[in-house]
């Protein structure tokens, strides 16, 4: 077994084992796909020098499951997850990516969301 192999599988447990299912659209086109559930907590210092603390809602995609109509998706700002009954839009406070890989070989997405609806 290669290292890559073993990180895999373990991400794959993490979603198999407390996967949510969520529906992901970019604004053309919309994917079901099962992922798990997380949050981030992020710092970020105002113009003034205040310090806020932003609760970000993640999901925990397979990167290879995020494919709309025939193509592979990159997560974007201004695309939206629902969520028991919820309506999640991509976001991240400040200069923060909206998305990030989880590990190095890019298996799996960590995307960043805020409650919108």
């Given amino acids: 077994m290669t290292?890559?192999?073993?990180?895999?599988?373990?991400?794959?447990?993490?979603?198999?084992?407390?996967?949510?299912?969520?529906?992901?659209?970019?604004?053309?086109?919309?994917?079901?796909?099962?992922?798990?559930?997380?949050?981030?907590?992020?710092?970020?210092?105002?113009?003034?020098?205040i310090t806020e603390r932003v609760e970000m809602r993640d999901f925990l995609v397979v990167a290879s499951d995020l494919v709309i109509s025939g193509s592979a998706v990159t997560p974007s700002r201004g695309h939206t997850i629902t969520w028991e009954s919820g309506t999640y839009e991509l976001m991240s406070p400040g200069r923060e990516p909206v998305h990030e890989h989880v590990d190095q070989h890019a298996y799996m997405f960590r995307i960043h969301t805020k409650r919108t609806a």
């Fill in 3 to 49: 290292l890559r192999s073993l990180v895999t599988g373990a991400l794959d447990v993490i979603r198999d084992v407390g996967g949510e299912t969520i529906t992901y659209s970019d604004g053309s086109g919309t994917v079901s796909l099962t992922c798990a559930v997380a949050r981030t907590e992020f710092e970020t210092v105002d113009m003034n020098g």
